[in-house]
């Protein structure tokens, strides 16, 4: 079953909102997320990397004052894309690593998140 | 991390096996070899990581050569669900080590 859950699964929102989208693990403790971005017909490029009680790491290119990340708990983290542009439409995928127990150094992948912005 | 290579995409006969390449030559020895595929619209999935031995699980089988230069993930009895874009990964163990995907092999299963 899944053990990692995004929501919402898909949004629409106006150009110059700000969007909320929030990753859970469901049976583990992740002291790492990680949140990736995937352009139609591409890959899944790595926006970020967050440890719990951290600043989120941002990969070199992604703006972090547009891309807010914040994973406040070991099961909770959340995506916020401010001020959103057309051109941020895309789908965007979380990641939860264990670090222990028996999913101890796996990564599981959220469902996604469709945003389109209007 | 190490960079891989696949060939763009290949396709099999449902209830064949499908044998999946990977080459991964500048691995390092702390390198894993993790295998991950994506059906259309949906989150990566998870299918089977190794080091240096053979390894096996419900899902796949995979191969590791001697020189650690290449891989093939093996599906044995393909189905039509199998069909997805299989990415083939290094990582190094630890913590914050990240998984970088590239373009992947689409796997194409027909009837």
């Known amino acids: 079953g899944a053990v990692v859950s995004q929501h919402p699964s898909w949004v629409i929102c106006k150009s110059g909102t700000s969007v909320k989208i929030e990753c859970r693990s469901l049976?583990?403790?992740?002291?790492?997320m990680f949140w990736y971005r995937q352009f139609p017909k591409q890959s899944l490029m790595l926006m970020a990397t967050s440890n719990e009680g951290s600043k989120a790491t941002y990969e070199q290119g992604v703006e972090k004052d547009k891309f807010l990340i914040n994973h406040a708990s070991l099961t909770l983290s959340t995506l916020t894309v401010t001020s959103a542009h057309p051109e941020d439409s895309s789908f965007y995928i979380c990641?939860?690593?264990?670090?222990?127990?028996?999913?101890?150094?796996?990564?599981?992948f959220g469902p996604g998140t469709r945003l389109t912005v209007t | 991390d190490a960079k891989t290579t696949q060939p763009p995409s290949m396709d099999c006969a449902e209830g064949r096996a499908a044998n999946l390449p990977c080459n991964h030559s500048t691995i390092s020895g702390n390198e894993y070899v993790y295998w991950y595929r994506q059906i259309h619209s949906q989150g990566p999935q998870y299918i089977i990581h190794?080091?240096?031995n053979n390894e096996t699980n419900e899902m796949a089988s995979l191969i590791i050569t001697e020189d650690r230069k290449s891989s093939t993930l093996i599906l044995p009895h393909a189905t039509l669900r199998d069909t997805a874009v299989y990415y083939c990964?290094?990582?190094?163990?630890?913590?914050?080590?990240?998984?970088?995907f590239g373009k992947g092999i689409t796997l194409s299963v027909r009837p």
């Open positions: 049976d583990f403790q992740a002291t790492t």
């Open positions: 990641s939860a690593r264990a670090t222990s127990g028996r999913r101890g150094n796996e990564q599981y």
């Open positions: 190794g080091l240096k």
């Open positions: 990964i290094v990582r190094v163990s630890g913590a914050n080590s990240k998984l970088t």
